[in-house]
């Protein structure tokens, strides 16, 4: 049931059914953990066969392992997409992608409000092969088409974003890319299958850190790139050489996790557009930014493209720094932790975070200020989170 892109069967039953029942050696219900760095032939006949593409198998664990191969199909089944492949980490599925897709003196457009260390790599790495970088605003198309040049190969962006939430309208970026030959990827990771499916819209490829919402137990790191055969199947060739590989047990995992994907992203939503719209009527409170509220820059692209706002709210605090510390201390049931898309619940201030070692100066440029909040909301009752942020919210 449901194993191929396409089929009209809901999220719910894809997450469940899709990729699972390959495997049928031994008639388990859930896909094995295949623990093994490598897989035998019965004789030479059989390796001839492999080797001349007439019997499809493994050969060796960097080029493929039957329970990831299980969470590929999964994936697939999830985002509409033909092909995907799955990686170590989400940085290691955007860099084996860049290196994959970006030929030497090539040009690249990626969005402002961007992973930090996504950025770092276009600096720091990308910036060795000659390959340049031009950073735009994420809601001006107008600025996107400006931008290319042609030499321009990819047009990367996340959507939403971190951690203001900006949506972008993949719709009309494509039209603009398309029309001059540019590639569009799109990072999904804060929206996830259930609230947004890139690919419907025209996106190329969808990259996605599996550690947050896929994997959703905050118990396991990996990253997904799907999309086109023809531009997967590069990545699959370049992640064989460079080696950024899942392991069977995490990919297991996964594969665990995706089956409630669809029940968890709905209390996610649920949960935090309560708490945006609870912070927003709250004195203490300067501004919320979360895509389901009118407040917000892009709610009226949100409303058009995304089924939920996802489980993160945004929000500063009508204080200094060390109130701020003193709200963040006082939340009982959040644990203070980078990553988001878990069931527990998460509270960071990126001030002291993920921007710790950026100059003051410079990291308010960038708008995060001293007393920037970023919940990741869990799928606790909500109730119980609202209490728990009032009771911190009077401690400041
Ligand atoms: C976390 C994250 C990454 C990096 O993923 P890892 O799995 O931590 O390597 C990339 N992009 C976004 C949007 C993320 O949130």
């Known amino acids: 049931m449901a194993k191929k892109p396409g089929h009209p069967a809901g999220d719910s039953t894809r997450a469940v059914h899709a990729g699972e029942r390959d495997h049928q050696r031994s008639e388990a219900i ?8 490598t897989f035998w032939f019965e004789d030479s006949e059989q390796l001839m066969a492999y080797q001349e593409g007439r019997l499809a198998r493994e050969e060796y664990g960097r080029y493929g392992n039957p329970t990831w191969k299980a969470v590929e199909r999964k994936l697939c089944a999830l985002e509409g997409a033909e092909e995907a492949v799955l990686f170590a980490s989400g940085m290691c599925a955007a860099t084996t992608l860049f290196l994959a897709l970006l030929p030497q003196g090539s040009h690249l457009i990626v969005t402002s409000d961007c992973y930090r260390r996504t950025r770092q790599f276009f600096r720091d790495y990308l910036s060795r092969m000659g390959v340049e970088t031009s950073v735009i605003d994420p809601s001006d198309t107008h600025q996107l088409a400006d931008a290319i040049r042609d030499e321009t190969e990819l047009f990367f962006t996340e959507s939403p974003t971190n951690p203001y939430l900006r949506v972008i309208d993949t719709k009309e970026a494509v039209r603009v890319c398309h029309a001059r030959g540019v590639k569009v990827v799109v990072d999904s990771t804060f929206a996830t299958p259930i609230n947004y499916k890139p690919i419907d819209d025209g996106a190329d490829l969808v990259i996605h850190s599996a550690t947050k919402y ?18 997967v199947g590069p990545v699959r060739d370049a992640v064989g050489v460079l080696g950024g590989i899942t392991d ?17 992203v709905e209390r996610h939503n649920a949960n935090a557009l309560r708490i945006a719209h609870f912070l927003e009527e709250h004195p203490k409170v300067k501004q919320v930014w979360y895509p389901m509220l009118e407040s917000h820059p892009d709610h009226e692209t949100a409303k058009q493209v995304l089924r939920g706002g996802g489980g993160v709210v945004t929000f500063d605090l009508d204080t200094d720094l060390d109130g701020a510390i003193r709200f963040t201390d006082a939340c009982r049931i959040p644990y203070i932790a980078p990553s988001f898309g ?9 001030a002291i975070m993920s921007f710790w070692d950026i100059e003051r100066e ?17 799928i606790e009752e909500c109730d119980d989170l609202t209490a728990d942020l009032e009771q911190a919210l009077a401690a400041i």
């Open 30 to 37: 859930t896909t094995p953990i295949y623990q093994t760095s």
């Open 214 to 231: 896929l994997g959703g137990h905050n118990d396991l790191l990996a990253g997904v790139v799907a999309g086109s055969a023809e531009l």
């Open 248 to 264: 069977a047990h995490s990919a297991w995992l996964l594969l665990r996790g995706l089956k409630t994907l669809a029940l968890r």
């Open 342 to 350: 878990g069931v527990e619940s998460l509270v960071e201030m990126p």
């Open 362 to 378: 410079e990291r308010l440029k960038m708008g995060i200020t001293d007393t920037l909040i970023r919940y990741s909301c869990g």
